[in-house]
């Protein structure tokens, strides 16, 4: 086990450059999967998720080689119709690699996925998308899992499916379900996220033919077969959000090269209300610390919404600006697990949850997963100095939370729950170091 060990009160000051998007990255290697071709994908972040990924479609019988920030993927054959237990408590994705086996094998066995604990995320909205669609769909209480055969799925000719809430990975899952059908899908509330536009740019590289008619709205013409392609993807939304909020909260100025390629406008929207310093250039943005930082209300939501990934980093920037703010979280019913450990380090903060009128309109989870016990809003009350404590990291964002906590403070914090942080960002002490910062990791 590792921990880190950071001096804060330092100004992050310098130029850096961010990873792919690790949500882009996990869901092409799952596009992989659905040919026997090779496909290459640039750019890649060297991630402990990508690199689970891996390991799982290596033992589905795929070929995968890493070179620096390229991967090369070929799966012949694939071997296998069932995802173990053990790998996929380990990510969420995992259950994605449903769409191929169903394509490939026409049989699929998948157990309910892990990854972060920020609530229950089930994939009910996936397993009512692919029984509209004609899959024969089961689920063993007794193992914990599902099995799902394509018996159905060409009996229609057409394929019209509604999502009743939106869901990033139900859409991309649903969307690579149907590459391989000899038939037309729309599908309608389909979430429409920059991420999952990138992977249908892919797919239809790959050679699929798939078009987003409407916003929320995407049609898939199935095709008989995939090719092999190469694409370099793009950079990572919540890495740029994460080290602009470390300048800003440190009272520094970096400079984040290709971050004026990626969507961030709810982000830099809020920035502006909160009179933060940023800079759009030719090459990138800069971000830089303004006295005084101003409160804010934000809330969280579905695309183009302010990122639920977002909000933790936010907070830790609203304990520095004048007033009272609020964070309003709307996508998880549980992503507060770092507010017990910020209040360590002297944060002002309250958890409540607002008076709502109409909840399942308001909440994108599933209402019948909240509990008594969840709060869904924090109050934030600044300018507060914080100060060095001993925390542990309870996910991955939380873990960002933290690090930007612990820059703040002056003196030496301690974080454990490492693996939490390496599931997203690649070498972060390093490159946080390179800007100024004191870090090390330790083992325990």
Request: charged letters at 25%.
């Amino acid at each position: 086990m590792e921990k880190l060990v950071i001096n804060g009160g330092k100004r992050l000051k310098g130029t850096i450059s961010v990873s792919g998007a690790k949500n882009v990255a996990l869901k092409t290697l799952v596009a992989a999967c659905l040919t026997d071709e090779e496909v290459i994908i640039e750019n890649v972040p060297l991630i402990s998720d990508f690199m689970v990924m891996v390991s799982i479609i290596r033992s589905l019988g795929g070929a995968v080689k890493i070179n620096d920030h390229t991967a090369y993927i070929q799966v012949k054959k694939l071997k296998l119709k069932k995802i173990s237990l053990e790998e996929s408590a380990k990510i969420r994705t995992s259950a994605m690699l449903v769409a191929p086996m169903l394509g490939r094998l026409g049989e699929a066995i998948i157990p309910n996925p892990g990854g972060c604990r920020i609530g229950a995320r089930p994939i009910d909205r996936t397993i009512e998308g692919l029984k509209a669609m004609g899959a024969e769909t089961s689920y063993n209480s007794d193992d914990g899992y599902f099995y799902i055969r394509s018996n159905g799925l060409e009996k229609k000719r057409t394929i019209s499916y509604r999502f009743s809430k939106s869901t990033h990975t139900g859409t991309e899952t649903l969307i690579m379900a149907a590459v391989l059908l000899p038939k037309k899908t729309v599908l309608e509330n389909a979430a429409e996220e920059p991420e999952i536009d990138e992977l249908i740019a892919i797919l239809n590289k790959m050679g699929a033919k798939i078009e987003r008619v409407k916003k929320r709205t995407i049609v898939i013409n199935g095709v008989e077969k995939l090719r092999g392609a190469r694409f370099k993807i793009g950079s990572d939304r919540n890495e740029i959000v994460t080290f602009a909020a470390a300048a800003i909260v440190t009272r520094g100025d970096v400079f984040i090269r290709n971050a004026n390629n990626i969507d961030l406008k709810s982000f830099l929207e809020k920035l502006k209300k909160a009179r933060a310093g940023y800079e759009i250039k030719k090459n990138g943005i800069r971000f830089y610390y303004r006295d005084p930082l101003k409160s804010t209300d934000i809330q969280t939501g579905i695309y183009p919404g302010f990122m639920t990934d977002w909000q933790g980093p936010w907070s830790i920037l609203m304990t520095q600006a004048d007033g009272v703010s609020t964070v309003h979280e709307t996508v998880y019913e549980n992503r507060f697990g770092y507010v017990k450990e910020l209040k360590k380090m002297g944060a002002d903060v309250s958890l409540f949850n607002p008076k709502i009128e109409n909840p399942s309109k308001t909440y994108n989870f599933n209402l019948r997963d909240d509990s008594k016990e969840y709060y869904h809003a924090l109050k934030v009350y600044g300018p507060t100095k914080l100060h060095n404590a001993v925390v542990e990291i309870s996910d991955l964002r939380a873990g960002a939370t933290l690090v930007l906590a612990a820059l703040l403070a002056p003196l030496k914090s301690t974080i454990f729950g490492v693996e939490h942080l390496d599931r997203g960002y690649e070498k972060f002490e390093e490159r946080l170091n390179s800007l100024g910062a004191s870090i090390k990791r330790v083992k325990h």
